[in-house]
């Protein structure tokens, strides 16, 4: 079993501003790639964990969030970034064990990808990612204000994979 970073998406990856429901709503953190290059340097599986309660809303399809992703994959392969795999939620109003604060999505990845999630990392910028985060048993970072469920809060992902890093040399 090995460690791992789960990252929330929106908000911690990308700008949350408006509503990312095309491709071209898809806006980097200007920091956003220095970050992930960093924490594809400590060698463990990076993850990303998303609420994207849009799609039982009606604001976009399943279709709409794979082309939004595959833009942001095809983004970080580009600049040698690689993210293991991503796992979203699609409900809002459905009750299910995978929209967050639910550490559901956490532990499919976590099982099928072997990963020990209490030595590994989540990363978000909402109570409910790090309130998923901690129902896993990983140490939770909080990106923005001040969360008193997580281990640490930073200002944003090139903090946090700066932390990280220290935590783990």
């Not at 939770?140 to 204000?145: E, L």
Request: aromatic share 8%.
């Amino acid at each position: 079993m090995k460690k791992a970073i789960f990252l929330d998406r929106d908000g911690v990856i990308n700008d949350n501003m408006h509503p990312v429901n095309h491709p071209d709503d898809l806006i980097f953190y200007p920091w956003t790639l220095s970050a992930l290059k960093k924490l594809n340097k400590i060698n463990f599986p990076l993850f990303i964990v998303t609420n994207q309660g849009g799609i039982e809303m009606g604001y976009l399809s399943k279709a709409d969030l794979h082309l939004i992703h595959e833009k942001m994959l095809k983004t970080f392969e580009d600049n040698g970034i690689t993210i293991d795999d991503i796992a979203y939620c699609p409900h809002f109003r459905t009750k299910c064990n995978c929209r967050k604060p639910s550490d559901g999505m956490l532990i499919d990845l976590a099982k099928r990808h072997s990963i020990n999630l209490e030595i590994s990392y989540m990363i978000g910028d909402r109570s409910a990612d790090i309130q998923a985060g901690n129902q896993a048993g990983c140490t939770s970072i909080k990106i923005g204000p001040y969360c008193a469920q997580a281990d640490y809060r930073v200002d944003n992902l090139l903090e946090a994979a700066v932390l990280i890093h220290s935590l783990e040399s």
